[in-house]
T-cell receptor, first 114, second 110 residues
Framework: DQQVKQNSPSLSVQEGRISILNCDYT??????FLWYKKYPAEGPTFLIS???IKDKNEDGRFTVFLNKSAKHLSLHIVPSQPGDSAVYFC????WGAGSYQLTFGKGTKLSVIP | DGGITQSPKYLFRKEGQNVTLSCEQN?????MYWYRQDPGQGLRLIYY???????QKGDIAEGYSVSREKKESFPLTVTSAQKNPTAFYLC?????????FGPGTRLTVT
C-alpha cells in the first residue's frame, strides 16, 4: 500500500518552460513534505520542503505547493534548465518511534530538452 | 567540510558471504538511516538509529544487521540471509525531518 505516490514515471519539458512534478499521499499524519533530486549512482540531494501548516514555499526557481484537502503536492521548476534533468523523489515525514520517518514515492524522471 | 561518506562506492561479493557497508557522518546529527533503492523503486527503509547503542527495524530489515557504537558511524551488514542483496544502498542522517544522504554504495552479489 503506497502512502506516497508519484503517478508520472517520467516527464519531458523544453528548456525555459515550466516543469510540474506531482505527488499524492494518503496518510493524514504526514506533517512535512520534501523533494529530493537524484542523479544516477549518486545519493539524493535535498531540494525544498514544506510544512503542513503552509500551502506554498519558494526557493529561487523551485516552488512547492501543498493542497492538504486533496492530499496533493507539486513541485514547480521555472525556468527549467538542462541541468535539472534527474529523478525527483517526493517524500513525506511523520514523527514516530522517537524519530522522523520519511516515506518516499517512486520518483519521476525529468528530462529537460535543450 | 561536513558531510556523509559511504565506502566503498562499488562492492562485489559472492553469494553466501556477509558484507559490511560503511557510513560515517561529521554533521553531528543524532539520527542515522539506511535505505535500499532498486530500479524503478523509491527508497525503502532498512534500519534507523536515533541515538548511540539504539536502533530500530525499518520496513525491510530481514537479512540485514546494524550497529551504532559511535554517533558518527552506522555500519550496515548484509548477511547471507538477505535473498536479493544486489541493490544501491544509501545512508542518511538528520537532526530534524530533513535527511541528508551519502553518495551510496552499489552492492553486487553473484
Amino acid at each position: 500500500d503506497q502512502q506516497v505516490k508519484q503517478n508520472s514515471p517520467s516527464l519531458s519539458v523544453q528548456e525555459g518552460r515550466i516543469s510540474i512534478l506531482n505527488c499524492d499521499y494518503t496518510n493524514s499524519m504526514f506533517d512535512y513534505f520534501l523533494w529530493y533530486k537524484k542523479y544516477p549512482a549518486e545519493g539524493p540531494t535535498f531540494l525544498i520542503s514544506i510544512s503542513s501548516i503552509k500551502d506554498k514555499n519558494e526557493d529561487g526557481r523551485f516552488t512547492v505547493f501543498l493542497n492538504k484537502s486533496a492530499k496533493h503536492l507539486s513541485l514547480h521548476i521555472v525556468p527549467s534548465q538542462p541541468g535539472d534533468s534527474a529523478v525527483y523523489f517526493c517524500a513525506a515525514s511523520a514523527w514516530g518511534a522517537g524519530s522522523y520517518q520519511l516515506t518516499f514515492g517512486k520518483g519521476t524522471k525529468l528530462s529537460v530538452i535543450p | 567540510d561536513g558531510g556523509i561518506t559511504q565506502s566503498p562506492k562499488y562492492l562485489f561479493r559472492k553469494e553466501g558471504q556477509n558484507v559490511t557497508l560503511s557510513c560515517e557522518q561529521n554533521l553531528n546529527h543524532d539520527a542515522m538511516y539506511w535505505y535500499r533503492q532498486d530500479p524503478g523503486q523509491g527508497l525503502r527503509l532498512i534500519y534507523y538509529s536515533q541515538i548511540v547503542n539504539d536502533f530500530q527495524k525499518g520496513d525491510i530489515a530481514e537479512g540485514y544487521s546494524v550497529s551504532r557504537e559511535k554517533k558518527e558511524s552506522f555500519p550496515l551488514t548484509v548477511t547471507s540471509a538477505q535473498k536479493n542483496p544486489t541493490a544501491f544502498y544509501l545512508c542518511a542522517s538528520s537532526m530534524g525531518p530533513e535527511q541528508y544522504f551519502g553518495p551510496g554504495t552499489r552492492l553486487t552479489v553473484t
